[in-house]
């Protein structure tokens, strides 16, 4: 087999027949390449494609659902725990209570460029473990709380280690799957802010009914959930693969794991940081206009997450009420993602979804707003719809996935999309203040005002990549293929052949 001999392939009725030969330039290439090339014999493959990512699916999805749904459950627990007794246990005021959602975040922010340097730099399953099993610890520790000190600590470092969890799922995600497939995916392992919400609702409903003085019904939540966080963590860092070319697939079944991919132009993994590609995404307008978008829209995500429980009590509904009307919450957060996602992955449309999302959590948002408090349907009704809004992140997040190459470049983006989710949370709590008590109207009016900017910049974000495509299809660029161009480790732009998914 000679240097020049190429990867080649074809697709037939749901399999994929093709020869793999070596061939690789020289250069810092992403390790996939590395990998073709160290196959020294050529490897016929007939395999199922739809068979094959029914596996990589049962491999990593339920591992990742589980762990995007335990960092969500444990971050909000404190909000179920807010109407369970802990604030008059850690005698703690409203503003104190908006101080720990406040250090979670900022803590999450400052974290997300160093541990995006560690996850390109480790095994990206293996670190992604090693963080869900020390956040199960500290969630674990909450039921030991007994001021606003010590619960200020464990925030702290709850945000410290859930950190690692988005960017290093957004990775994964795009390391096994095509851009088409990514929205769906996403959805799926976004599904636990829903199924989170759910569970949080019925077990803190049901530990209302403890009545043994021994423990708090708030120290018992904190203690199950915890416990299963870090088992989830150890079974994340012994089952979870790094990537298709360490994981327990056959040597034909990695191969073509990694040839399917090839029409990403994203590429797979990379372990060499390049700066170059971190100064490009300073200089890519796309990263600015994701950040605001996302920012704007997690304004409001301070009220879904850690003053739902607070916003619904208000309405006029008791405690145990209070924890069964958030249920609902968690159904339509499911209901909306698995639409959002399909839609966006069946059209190929991804930010005419995110404005649809964003339009019934603007709806939400007025209705909070501006409805008479005494209709608490309407009051209510708008408190759901809210909740429609988050499925516009994972919309996002497949967003940065398919249209960031290079990845250090991938690595740096997540990075600065996670940043800007955190800023979004850290200025939600700012909204909710004690002199505000008990409708909160100036921070259902910042949810209105920060939903209406999301979508008009995600229509401009629309617009670019519709303009950067037309640009380069007229330039003709990328018309003469590059070999093995699509694991070369490029960025979009470097690679001309590389077009944005809308």
Same mark, same amino acid.
């Given at each position: 087999?000679g240097?020049?001999?190429e990867h080649?392939?074809?697709?037939?009725?749901g399999s994929?027949?093709?020869?793999?030969?070596?061939?690789?330039?020289?250069g810092?290439?992403?390790?996939?390449?590395?990998?073709?090339?160290?196959?020294?014999n050529a490897?016929?493959?007939e395999i199922?494609?739809?068979?094959?990512?029914?596996?990589?699916?049962?491999m990593?999805?339920?591992?990742m659902?589980?762990?995007?749904?335990?960092?969500?459950?444990?971050?909000v627990?404190?909000?179920?725990?807010?109407?369970m007794?802990?604030l008059?246990?850690?005698?703690?005021?409203?503003n104190?209570?908006?101080?720990?959602?406040?250090?979670?975040?900022v803590?999450?922010?400052?974290?997300?460029l160093?541990t &995006?340097?560690?996850?390109?730099?480790l095994? @990206? +399953?293996?670190?992604? *473990?090693?963080? #869900?099993?020390?956040?199960? $610890?500290?969630?674990?520790?909450?039921c030991?709380?007994?001021?606003?000190g010590?619960?200020m600590?464990?925030?702290?470092?709850l945000?410290?280690?859930?950190?690692?969890i988005?960017?290093?799922?957004?990775?994964?995600?795009s390391?096994?799957?095509k851009r088409?497939?990514?929205?769906?995916?996403? &959805?799926?392992?976004?599904?636990?802010?829903? @199924? +989170?919400?759910?569970? *949080?609702?019925? #077990?803190?409903?049901?530990l $209302?009914f403890?009545?043994n003085?021994?423990f708090?019904p708030?120290?018992?939540m904190?203690?199950?959930?915890?416990?299963?966080?870090?088992?989830?963590?150890?079974?994340?860092?012994?089952?979870?693969?790094?990537?298709?070319?360490?994981?327990?697939?056959?040597?034909?079944?990695?191969?073509?794991?990694?040839?399917?991919l090839?029409e990403?132009?994203t590429?797979?993994?990379?372990k060499?940081?390049?700066?170059?590609?971190?100064?490009?995404?300073?200089?890519?307008?796309?990263?600015?206009?994701?950040?605001?978008?996302v920012?704007?829209?997690?304004?409001?995500n301070?009220?879904i997450?850690?003053?739902?429980?607070?916003i619904?009590?208000?309405?006029?509904?008791?405690t145990?009420?209070?924890?069964?009307l958030?249920?609902?919450?968690?159904?339509?957060?499911?209901?909306s993602?698995l639409?959002a996602?399909w839609?966006?992955?069946?059209?190929?449309?991804?930010c005419?979804?995110v404005v649809?999302?964003?339009?019934?959590?603007?709806?939400?948002?007025?209705l909070l707003?501006?409805?008479?408090?005494d209709?608490k349907?309407?009051?209510?009704?708008?408190n759901?719809?809210?909740?429609?809004?988050?499925?516009?992140?994972p919309?996002?997040?497949?967003?940065?996935?398919a249209?960031?190459?290079?990845?250090t470049k991938?690595v740096?983006?997540?990075a600065?999309?996670?940043?800007s989710f955190?800023?979004?949370?850290?200025?939600?709590?700012?909204t909710?203040?004690?002199?505000d008590?008990?409708?909160?109207?100036p921070?259902?009016?910042?949810?209105?005002?920060?939903?209406?900017?999301?979508?008009v910049?995600s229509?401009?974000?629309?617009?670019?990549y519709?303009?950067?495509?037309?640009?380069?299809?007229?330039?003709?660029?990328?018309?003469?293929?590059?070999?093995n161009s699509?694991?070369?480790?490029l960025?979009?732009?470097e690679?001309?052949?590389?077009?944005?998914?809308?």
């Open positions: 087999m240097h020049s001999e080649r392939g074809s697709v037939a009725q994929i027949d093709f020869e793999v030969k070596n061939g690789l330039p020289a810092n290439v992403d390790a996939a390449l590395e990998f073709l090339h160290g196959e020294n490897v016929a493959i199922d494609e739809k068979a094959l990512v029914r596996k990589i699916d049962w990593i999805m339920p591992l659902w589980a762990a995007y749904n335990l960092q969500y459950l444990d971050k627990l404190i909000n179920y725990a807010s109407v007794g802990l008059s246990d850690t005698n703690m005021q409203t104190q209570f908006s101080d720990l959602t406040l250090a979670f975040y803590t999450y922010l400052f974290f997300e160093p &995006g340097f560690l996850m390109q730099r095994p @990206t +399953a293996k670190y992604l *473990g090693f963080n #869900v099993t020390l956040w199960g $610890l500290m969630t674990t520790l909450n030991t709380a007994k001021n606003f010590g619960l600590t464990l925030r702290v470092l945000g410290c280690f859930e950190s690692a988005a960017p290093a799922l957004i990775l994964i995600t390391m096994w799957y088409n497939e990514q929205p769906t995916r996403m &959805g799926i392992w976004y599904l636990g802010t829903g @199924t +989170a919400s759910i569970m *949080g609702a019925l #077990v803190s409903y049901g $209302l403890y009545t003085d021994r708090k708030w120290q018992i904190f203690l199950i959930f915890g416990i299963i966080t870090i088992a989830v963590g150890v079974c994340i860092f012994i089952f979870l693969p790094d990537n298709p070319m360490t994981s327990k697939l056959t040597k034909e079944e990695k191969i073509l794991a990694i040839e399917r090839r990403n132009q590429g797979i993994e990379n060499h940081f390049k700066w170059n590609q971190f100064v490009e995404v300073l200089k890519d307008p796309q990263t600015y206009l994701i950040a605001v978008i920012t704007a829209m997690d304004v409001p301070a009220a997450s850690s003053f739902t429980s607070l619904i009590q208000n309405i006029g509904f008791t145990k009420q209070t924890e069964l958030n249920i609902p919450n968690g159904a339509v957060s499911i209901v993602i639409a996602s839609v966006a992955s069946r059209y190929d449309q991804r005419l979804c649809a999302s964003l339009l019934c959590g603007l709806l939400g948002g007025c707003a501006f409805s008479p408090k209709m349907g309407a009051q209510l009704a708008g759901y719809l809210t909740q429609v809004t988050g499925s516009a992140l919309i996002m997040y497949s967003l940065a996935g249209n960031v190459a290079g990845h991938k740096s983006m997540n600065i999309l996670l940043m955190c800023l979004g949370n850290i200025l939600g709590p700012l909710f203040r004690t002199e008590e008990p409708n909160y109207v921070a259902k009016i910042a949810i209105v005002v920060t939903i209406s900017v999301a979508i910049f229509l401009l974000l629309r617009y670019y519709i303009w950067e495509n037309k640009r380069r299809d007229q330039r003709h660029e990328g018309d003469a293929h590059r070999e699509e694991f070369l480790d960025t979009d732009r690679n001309r052949e590389f077009r944005y998914k809308l």
